[in-house]
């Protein structure tokens, strides 16, 4: 069974950072592209960030510059470290493989950037 646990959510300022981490368990985490999604509700799940197995990286354009995705694959664990966040950042984010497996998501994780 796959289960993908994120923390590292909270209420922060205008300006300010959050590191997002996910440990995955019951995939091959090294072989899987991840990515980190987020959503506000009534609108779509979007794609922020991704890493394939061999380190490419991808980001939205809402997010490039500020936010910056790594994983440990001993730890079968990916990060996400946002700087300079802005209010419109606010929303749940979930940690997925990239594409999404619709059966992977987990809870997510509350973040809140206050103006």
């Known amino acids: 069974q796959v289960r993908l646990v994120e923390s590292g959510g909270g209420l922060v300022q205008a300006g300010g950072s959050l590191r997002l981490s996910c440990a995955a368990s019951?995939?091959?985490?090294?072989?899987?592209?991840m990515g980190w999604y987020r959503q506000v509700p009534g609108n779509q799940r979007e794609l922020v960030a991704s890493i394939t197995s061999i380190g490419k990286i991808n980001y939205a354009d809402s997010v490039k510059g500020r936010f910056t995705i790594s994983r440990d694959n001993a730890k079968n664990t990916v990060y996400l470290q946002m700087n300079s966040l802005k209010p419109e950042d606010t929303a749940i984010y979930y940690c997925?493989?990239?594409?999404?497996?619709?059966?992977?998501w987990g809870q997510g994780t509350q973040v809140t950037v206050s103006s």
């Open positions: 019951g995939i091959i985490f090294g072989i899987n592209a």
């Open positions: 997925n493989t990239d594409p999404g497996h619709a059966s992977y």
